[in-house]
Structures are given as structure tokens and as C-alpha cells.
């Protein structure tokens, strides 16, 4: 069991480079258990790229980097973190499998490929559709829902392995605005039940109302905690004028 207020994530001093130019330059922040952080920027900015070094498909070109207090060369608990994917929902529409299968493959990091699932499995897979309000769709096909439902039932792919923390890259990205308020609420309710979030988003608006912590990310990151409120320099916090920013129409 962990304490409250235990570090879960680390940088201290990270650079990363794809080859040419600094993608992710001297970036040192932290989070802590229990915390919803909003990691925002602009389209190229850094964030995915942060979010796979912390997932350690990445290896920095120099820094530190820390999960759960043990570092991130040794950490082998990966079942403590979840991960949605940007761009989760835009997979082969036709692909055959039920909303049940999909969160089911949630638990094989737990079960070991290959294994049937034991009654504890499906019981945390009934578990997490529930979470997420799609249990009555466990029986349909994935293809056949709406991206909002998509991207629940990969939340709750991700909530199946039972996470600690729960990292988030874009999962609004081609999801209608209309149920992101809902979204939000879920959220808030798992952050609520007890999972640190990290939820990545090129959308400051939207997230900085939901957050108690930004981290303002373009190549460099600047920490802001907005738990006491939120000021104007909070929300341009990523655009810095130097960086020539995309904007973005929903
Ligand atoms: P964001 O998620 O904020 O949109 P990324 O982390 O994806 O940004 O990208 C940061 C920078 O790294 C961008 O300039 C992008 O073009 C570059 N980049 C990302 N992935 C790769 C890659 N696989 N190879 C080369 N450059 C990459
Ligand atoms: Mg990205």
C-alpha cells in the first residue's frame, strides 16, 4: 500500500532527441498519488513523446526518471499503470471482437498471453466496463459503437489491470464534444475512487477545469498548480511567443 502524498512519477533534468533538435529538453516535474494532472501544449510540442519515456518506450538521452520511487531502468510493475493511446479509437472498424474481448485483453498483462481468464479476470473486466458505464454493451461488437463508447471501453481496458496510475493521451481527439462533459465526470470518479491521471490534451480549456495541476509542455515543461484557482497566465501557460501555434476549431 502506498502513502498518501508518495512520488509516482519523477523527471529530474530529461532530454530526448528523435536525431536533429531537442524534442523534450531539461524537463523535471513530479506527481504525486492521488493527483489529476493535465499535461497540455501544442501539436508537436513534446507531450506524447514525455508520456512514452515515462511508459519507458523511450529510453532519454540523459536525466532521470523515477516510477513509484524505484527507477525507471529497474521498475518491472508495469501492471500499475494504464495507458490509452492516442489516437485508441481509430483501429479497423471491422475487427471482430466484443467490448467484453477488447477489455479482456486488459487482463492478460495479469493472466499471461494465452491463458484463459480466470473468474477473478472477468470479474475485474465486469468491474471495469462498469466503471465506465458500458457494461450493457459487453455482448456488441466494438466496431459497431460510437467513438465516445470507443473510448470508454479502452479506459476500461486500461482500468482492467487495476492501475495505480491512469495516463491519457488525447482521448478526446475525434470524440463528439457533446459527451466530453461526461467524460470529464468519469474522470473525476476514478480520480475520486483513488488513481492518479494524467490526462494529456492540446485542449487548455477544457482540461484546466478539470485539473489541480498543469504541466505546460513545449519541448521545455513548466509546472503550474492550479488547485487554489486559475489565472490568466496558467492558460497561455504552453504558448510561448516564440512557438508558432496551431490552433485548433472543434
Ligand atoms: P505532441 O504529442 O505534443 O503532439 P510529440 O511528442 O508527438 O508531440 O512530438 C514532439 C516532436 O517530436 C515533434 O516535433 C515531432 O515531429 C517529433 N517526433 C515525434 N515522434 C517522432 C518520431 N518517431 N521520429 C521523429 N520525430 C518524432
Ligand atoms: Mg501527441
Not at 530529461?14 to 536533429?20: E, K, M
Not at 477488447?102 to 468491474?127: C, T, W, Y
Not at 466503471?131 to 479506459?155: C, N, P, T
Not at 492501475?163 to 482521448?171: G, H, K, Q, R
Request: proline share 4%; hydrophobic share 40%; glycine share 8%.
Amino acid at each position: 500500500m502506498h502513502t498518501l502524498g508518495e512520488r509516482i512519477v519523477d523527471f529530474k533534468n530529461v532530454n530526448f532527441s528523435f536525431g536533429s533538435g531537442l524534442a523534450v529538453e531539461n524537463v523535471s516535474f513530479s506527481i504525486s498519488k492521488g493527483e489529476f494532472v493535465g499535461m497540455i501544449g501544442p501539436n508537436g510540442s513534446g507531450k506524447s513523446t514525455i508520456v512514452k519515456l515515462m511508459l519507458h518506450l523511450l529510453n532519454p538521452d540523459s536525466g532521470k526518471i523515477m516510477l513509484f520511487g524505484t527507477d525507471i531502468q529497474q521498475f518491472a510493475d508495469w501492471k500499475k499503470i494504464g495507458y490509452v493511446p492516442q489516437k485508441a479509437t481509430f483501429f479497423d472498424q471491422n475487427f471482430p471482437a466484443t467490448v467484453f474481448e477488447v477489455v479482456s485483453m486488459g487482463r492478460f498483462a495479469n493472466a499471461g498471453l494465452g491463458k484463459p481468464l480466470s473468474q477473478n479476470d472477468k470479474e475485474h473486466v465486469i468491474d471495469a466496463l462498469r466503471q465506465v458505464g458500458m457494461l450493457e454493451y459487453a455482448k456488441r461488437r466494438i466496431g459497431d459503437l460510437s467513438g465516445g463508447q470507443q473510448q470508454r471501453v479502452f479506459i476500461a481496458r486500461a482500468l482492467a489491470t487495476k492501475p495505480e496510475l491512469l495516463i491519457l493521451d488525447e482521448p478526446t481527439v475525434g470524440v463528439d464534444s457533446r459527451i466530453q462533459h461526461s467524460f470529464y465526470q468519469l474522470l473525476k470518479k476514478l480520480n475520486k475512487a483513488g488513481i492518479t491521471l494524467i490526462l494529456v490534451s492540446h485542449d487548455v480549456g477544457v482540461v484546466s477545469r478539470n485539473v489541480s495541476k498543469l504541466l505546460c509542455v513545449n519541448r521545455k515543461v513548466n509546472v503550474h498548480d492550479i488547485s487554489n484557482g486559475i489565472s490568466k497566465a496558467d492558460l497561455t501557460c504552453a504558448y510561448y511567443p516564440e512557438f508558432e501555434m496551431v490552433p485548433h476549431h472543434h
